[in-house]
């Protein structure tokens, strides 16, 4: 156990659906980091939080938005689903810039069908 | 722009052989260097990481790193590998300072170690 905390752990949802995915980071962690990975592209950065505040975008589309609420529990929203969007979908927290490297939660892995 | 390339995709190899995985970066400022690991089915957990002084960086379970300024390089080591060490291996960069970036991945070198 990482102490990170994702849920859930499998989705499988219809195209055109939204869906939330929800991230706890370890304990005194104020970042909170969204990645996306998928067979072709790798390991993608979508965006971190820090703190509440929205801190670095990566490669997040439109359609995908994210927000860390004043617990620092994040959630990743997920709308107008296509096929291509199935992939694994991780969280990763820090203390302050996280120059000494991410702790990562375990993933959900979303299907769309 | 930061990247990072990892020079195989699947290494295939017989338990106590030797492992050297490529690792190459690109940024343009001082770099915080890692590398992890990611068990079937499982989260990616940190073997080892670099910041400074000794270029040589041992992490967990036999594993070591060697950064090669020079050369843009960190490349990870392991004597002799096991079979508990199938795995995928990540090599990823963050630029040093908690406002330069976030950390960047490579896609990954899926590593199967027979028996």
């Known amino acids: 156990d990482s102490g990170v905390t994702q849920t859930p752990k499998h989705l499988i949802t219809a195209t055109g659906q939204r869906v939330t995915l929800r991230c706890s980071p370890r304990?005194?962690?104020?970042?909170v980091y969204w990645y996306q990975q998928s067979l072709d592209q790798g390991l993608q950065f979508l965006i971190q939080?820090?703190?509440?505040?929205?801190?670095a975008k990566g490669n997040i589309l439109e359609r995908f938005s994210a927000q860390q609420f004043p617990d620092l529990h994040s959630e990743l929203n997920l709308s107008s689903l296509e096929l291509g969007d199935s992939a694994l979908y991780f969280c990763a927290s820090s203390g302050g810039g996280g120059d000494y490297g991410y702790t990562f939660g375990s993933g959900t892995r979303l299907t769309v069908v | 722009a930061q990247s990072v390339s990892q020079h195989n995709h699947h290494v295939i190899l017989s338990e106590a052989a030797s492992l050297e995985l490529g690792c190459n970066y690109s940024y343009g400022g001082t770099v915080n260097l890692f590398w992890y690991v990611q068990y079937p089915g499982q989260h990616l957990q940190l073997l080892l990481k670099?910041?400074?002084?000794?270029?040589l960086v041992k992490g967990i379970k036999g594993f070591e790193a060697e950064f090669i300024k020079s050369k843009f390089s960190f490349n990870l080591r392991k004597p002799s590998v096991q079979w508990s060490d199938t795995a995928e291996y990540f090599c990823a960069v963050k630029g040093y300072g908690g406002s330069q970036g976030n950390l960047i991945f490579g896609k990954g070198t899926k590593l199967s170690v027979k028996p």
């Open positions: 304990s005194g962690d104020l970042s």
């Open positions: 670099y910041f400074s002084g000794d270029p």
């Open positions: 939080y820090y703190n509440g505040e929205e801190r």
